[in-house]
């Protein structure tokens, strides 16, 4: 078997939800009194040095939590995050998505002439596009953006954007490679978001 405490820590540090006593002892395989004993020595262990985090039994389990002292510096982490600047890809990527809506990844792929998967993950969880149905012909997922990108950029509706066209090309002559890659979209796309390769998310996370 496995060390006691160091085992303990490892399945908290993966849980998503607070796990009791009973839960813990059949997965490390030690009796539950041991298993007890090691939870309260390993959060009196962790009070004593001070760590940035704590362990609690709450709602009948035990789980990791960041002590309240330091919200302060988990907050301004997490408000960072979200307000960081998006990349130029990003950036782009949405300006097709904002002209272009409902269209379909692999029409926003096509225009941009890179695979825009992780980006368009990167754009759903800031919540400034989101999902608008299906294409009727191809069945591909298509996407739209959210009012909240109107409030970033400051305008009522998208009859306020600039008039993109004059920087544009014809967008007539890409129109069967597009329709091709909406369709190949369609056939390769699963029920969810397929994972992709970091290499392909061209560091836009």
Not at 24 to 29: C, Q
Not at 173 to 182: F, K, R, T
């Amino acid at each position: 078997m496995a060390e006691l405490r160091p085992a303990l820590e490892a399945l908290l540090m993966v849980a998503d939800q607070p796990l009791d006593q009973v839960v813990l002892a059949s997965a490390v395989g030690y009796p539950e009194g041991e298993v007890v004993e090691a939870l309260t020595a390993l959060a009196t262990e962790y009070d004593e040095q001070g760590r940035g985090f704590e362990l609690r039994n709450v709602a009948g389990g035990w789980r990791y939590y960041t002590r309240e002292e330091l919200a302060g510096v988990v907050e301004a982490f997490v408000l960072d995050g979200q307000q960081a600047r998006l990349t130029q890809a990003a950036l782009e990527t949405l300006a097709v998505v904002a002209y272009q809506q409902p269209v379909s990844r692999a029409r926003v792929s096509a225009i941009r002439g890179v695979n825009v998967d992780g980006v368009m993950r990167t754009l759903l969880n800031r919540g400034l596009v989101e999902e608008a149905g299906q294409d009727g012909e191809h069945g591909a997922t298509l996407y739209r953006t959210t009012s909240y990108f109107l409030e970033r950029i400051g305008i009522v509706s998208l009859d306020d954007l600039p008039e993109l066209a004059p920087y544009l090309p014809e967008l007539d002559e890409m129109e069967e490679d597009l329709a091709a890659s909406a369709q190949r979209d369609a056939a390769a796309e699963p029920a969810g978001d397929p994972p992709t390769a970091e290499a392909a998310d061209e560091g836009e996370q």
